[in-house]
């Protein structure tokens, strides 16, 4: 299947810094990818739809601000959480839409984040 | 918009034995339903999906199946061994924005 790879697999930083997270498309071009959230035990839940050369969609209760959305080619977005606090803390994952036929979704390995 | 229900959220299966977990969905124009698979720390890795205009797909142990009608769709799992011990996501869509179901933890004991 398709590969997506997603960096750091673990952060730990200090409250009040940003943190960058890398999501990449190795074989494959995506215009489209998806961010998530994932709490302990939880399902994922959908953050934002980042585009390629356009501005990312956000859902409904995700601040704009405070998560940062960059889709700067069509291999790579990239997720800021800025000015980052405990509550931050959580597990992110991107994923890229592989069109071999359907629609698949393939995920990155996921992003540990722990606010301190 | 779409709402997607898991059963059950923790299973307990012997070695060997089949497992099955069920999902219902709630928006008919849904027409892509895909299995993953997590194990923890990672990110959920596709195992099978199936397009409405099917009604059952099988890979070697794993099979789905999918009654439209009544808008629920089902894992099975034969022969289960250790290494199927993980949680299990369904998901629903019209579109590439994917709705999760809430996941089920399913240990196989040895």
């Known amino acids: 299947g398709a590969v997506v790879s997603q960096h750091p697999s673990r952060v730990i930083c200090k409250s009040g810094t940003s943190v960058k997270i890398e999501c990449r498309s190795l074989?494959?071009?995506?215009?489209?990818m998806f961010w998530y959230r994932q709490f302990p035990k939880k399902s994922l839940m959908l953050m934002a739809t980042?585009?390629?050369?356009?501005?990312?969609?956000?859902e409904q209760g995700v601040e704009k601000d405070k998560f940062l959305i960059n889709h700067a080619s069509l291999t790579l977005s990239t997720l800021t959480v800025t000015s980052a606090h405990p509550e931050d803390s959580s597990f992110y994952i991107c994923?890229?839409?592989?069109?071999?036929?359907?629609?698949?979704?393939?995920f990155g390995s996921g992003t540990q984040l722990s606010v301190l | 918009g779409e709402n997607v229900e898991q059963h059950p959220s923790t299973l307990s299966v012997q070695e060997g034995d089949s497992a099955v977990i069920k999902c219902t969905y709630s928006?008919?124009?849904?027409?892509?339903f895909p299995w993953y698979k997590q194990e923890l720390g990672k990110g959920p890795q596709l195992i099978i999906d199936?397009?409405?205009?099917?009604g059952e797909k099988k890979d070697q142990r794993i099979a789905v199946t999918l009654n439209k009608t009544a808008k629920h769709f089902s894992l099975h799992i034969t022969e289960t061994q250790p290494e199927d011990s993980a949680v299990y996501f369904c998901?629903?869509?019209?579109?590439?924005?994917?709705?999760f179901g809430t996941g089920t933890r399913l240990t196989i004991i040895p």
């Open positions: 998901a629903a869509s019209e579109t590439e924005k994917l709705t």
């Open positions: 199936i397009r409405s205009n099917v």
């Open positions: 928006d008919s124009a849904s027409n892509y």
């Open positions: 994923s890229a839409p592989h069109r071999g036929g359907f629609e698949k979704l393939f």
């Open positions: 074989d494959f071009q995506a215009t489209t």
């Open positions: 980042s585009n390629e050369g356009s501005k990312a969609t956000y």
